[in-house]
């Protein structure tokens, strides 16, 4: 058990919102030179408790006391905090594409001689500063040039610019891949054992087992109870009961499925990059879905998968080169957002804040904005429709908010997504296309989004599902393709399918299988190449 002093306690904080009490007094202790995760369910007060913590909600704004180092602090804002050695990296990353990772780590924090930057000096301490975190590139690189692993380090390395003591890290692995998310871990282990105490929010129970050194959960706004991680294994089912207030037997509810026949069908889709001349991001794609199924499609970060699904909803990503969608044995044109939703499919994408909401608009104006018709009258929204209508997803969906009036932008990401969902489960979609819907969510609210889900398959309706978690495509679809380089290099039915041979087929790069999209069996094993046989654009 870790027996390092006490470097920074958060007693009996209270802090409240225009009807909402978000914390209640709660209260924790931080070991220095530990790493200490912070557990609990979206809109349980987590995020809410670190913004207080970093000055974000300055002293004053909430009642209780924050103690660094035996002795009450008062943060009025971000730059006491920082300058105290408290930085807070939050789960939407602040970094600006357009500048370089040299300016980006010292923005704000410049390094001057005399009235001048001195970027001989900046670019140094970056040199040495990615050697730290272990990030591999030229300082001068821009942000947007970078992928999200890489931008995290970035993150890291601008904090430890500030001499940062207390890290706090928001959902630091939501959007990794799960070699950028071991990275990740393994780099806070370093810090760990340089010294550094990092304060972790995680919905990642295997993450948390596997590097924390004690546990606060917090329920509802309160502190549930906080727990020393010894040599023994941590105990999940314990942190899931301290989360949600109850058991869960399962991770996934119990669900029979009724398969019927196949209404959906993709052939032979071809899709090029819209930025890379030549590159394909979709090589003849071709699947299909029944009636009363759920359908997976695994890959690595970057396999296509999203490119797939955006194409086919309506061609929002890439340029169309060929292929044929076919809804019940007719052959369809789906070439806009429009039309698609016109055919009854829905896209729930993986970047909820900058594709799936506005969040200027309130939770009501939301929930109806993809099927204004149904609550419409001649050209006029009916505002008591309306209304009823955002309720009765917000009560049914369990969206912790006090009023359908409230913005999109004021819930947790876990309310947020919820709301993504609740706005095309509204439009009554024949094909729900779902892509990682539920990153960054916690193990109940997981649990209520797949009982949706398999509740809509139950109705007769089709739904496919991304996701990069292989636990959560298999205990959850009925059927599961592979993706891999833009290419489905193969499919399998549940009962056959375990995590070995998904990651087999999700890392095969030559001999890619074209799957006939009726039978599922193998039409060919001749490589796909990413030149186009054809790049006549015909229409689908």
């Not at 871990?185 to 929010?201: H, K, S």
């Not at 970057?302 to 340029?319: D, K, N, P, V």
């Not at 009023?403 to 947020?416: A, D, F, I, P, T």
């Given at each position: ?24 007094d ?108 272990g ?25 430890l ?33 340089r ?144 039309s ?26 939301t ?43 004021k ?33 109940g ?35 599961i ?39 599922d ?20």
């Amino acid at each position: 058990m870790t027996t390092s002093p006490v470097i920074l306690e958060m007693q009996h904080i209270t802090k409240e919102f225009p009807g909402v009490k978000a914390l209640d007094d709660v209260t924790l202790a931080v070991r220095a030179g530990t790493i200490h995760a912070i557990c609990g369910e979206n809109g349980a007060g987590k995020s809410t408790l670190m913004k207080v913590l970093s000055g974000v909600y300055p002293h004053g704004t909430f009642l209780g006391e924050i103690v660094l180092d035996g002795s009450p602090v008062h943060f009025g804002n971000l730059k006491a905090s920082e300058s105290a050695g408290v930085v807070i990296i939050h789960q939407e990353l602040a970094l600006i594409p357009e500048l370089s990772i040299t300016e980006n780590i010292f923005l704000g924090n410049e390094l001057t001689s005399g009235a001048l930057i001195d970027w001989d000096e900046q670019r140094r301490r970056t040199i040495e500063l990615m050697q730290r975190v272990g990030l591999v590139a030229n300082p001068d690189t821009p942000i947007k040039n970078l992928g999200v692993g890489q931008q995290q380090l970035v993150e890291i390395a601008r904090a430890l610019s500030k001499d940062v003591r207390v890290l706090i890290l928001d959902e630091p692995t939501s959007a990794l891949n799960e070699e950028d998310s071991e990275n990740l871990l393994q780099l806070m282990r370093g810090l760990r054992e340089r010294g550094l105490t990092c304060l972790m929010i995680s919905h990642k129970l295997n993450e948390i087992a596997d590097v924390s050194d004690a546990v606060t959960i917090i329920r509802d706004g309160r502190t549930v109870e906080s727990i020393e991680v010894t040599d023994e294994p941590l105990d999940e089912d314990r942190i899931i009961r301290g989360m949600v207030g109850r058991s869960l037997e399962a991770r996934f509810p119990d669900h029979t499925p009724e398969i019927g026949e196949t209404f959906f069908e993709v052939r032979d889709w071809t899709v090029a990059d819209p930025e890379v001349e030549g590159r394909l991001v979709c090589k003849g794609s071709s699947f299909h879905v029944k009636r009363g199924e759920i359908v997976g499609f695994a890959g690595l970060m970057g396999a296509g998968r999203t490119e797939l699904a955006r194409s086919i909803f309506g061609r929002t990503y890439g340029q169309y080169l060929s292929g044929q969608i076919y809804m019940n044995g007719e052959a369809v044109s789906i070439p806009t957002v429009g039309s698609a939703i016109d055919h009854g499919l829905a896209y729930v994408p993986e970047d909820r804040k900058t594709l799936g909401l506005n969040l200027l608009d309130t939770i009501k104006d939301t929930v109806v904005s993809a099927a204004l018709k149904k609550i419409s009258r001649r050209t006029f929204i009916d505002e008591d429709r309306e209304f009823a209508a955002a309720e009765s997803y917000r009560k049914s969906m369990r969206v912790k908010a006090p009023s359908v009036r409230e913005g999109v932008g004021k819930l947790s990401g876990g309310n947020q997504q919820k709301v993504v969902l609740a706005k095309w489960m509204f439009t009554e979609p024949e094909l729900l296309i779902l892509d990682e819907p539920t990153r960054g969510i916690d193990v109940g609210a997981k649990y209520e989004i797949y009982g949706l889900v398999q509740k809509l398959a139950a109705s007769g309706r089709g739904v496919i599902v991304i996701s990069s978690e292989l636990p959560e495509v298999l205990g959850l679809a009925d059927r599961i393709y592979t993706v891999c380089e833009g290419a489905i290099t193969g499919v399998l039915d549940r009962a056959d399918a375990d995590q070995e041979s998904l990651m087999r087929l999700m890392t095969t790069t030559s001999g890619t299988q074209t799957i006939d999209p009726v039978t599922d069996t193998p039409v060919t094993d001749a490589p796909i190449t990413d030149a186009p046989t054809d790049t006549t654009t015909s229409a689908a």
